[in-house]
């Protein structure tokens, strides 16, 4: 897989990357190390407090983390 999508997330990673697709009103709750993380990935951003997903953030949810694919498997 292409290095720059491929990332094996924790699971909580996983369900906080894609929370981040819902409205604000549901994102304010999210666990802040976990965002932390994923803002230092590259993944989400903080723009006025709130985090947001970046389109590099959209394509590992499109692809889907590397762990999660051995668990379909």
Not at 20 to 46: K, Y
Not at 51 to 73: E, Q, Y
């Amino acid at each position: 897989m292409n290095d720059e999508i491929d990332h094996a997330l924790a699971s909580d990673q996983w369900e906080t990357l894609k929370a981040l697709r819902m409205p604000e009103s549901r994102i304010s709750a999210l666990n802040q190390s976990v965002l932390d993380h994923l803002v230092a990935l590259g993944l989400a951003t903080m723009s006025d407090d709130m985090p947001a997903i970046t389109p590099k953030g959209r394509k590992v949810l499109i692809r889907g983390s590397s762990r999660l694919w051995d668990v379909a498997a």
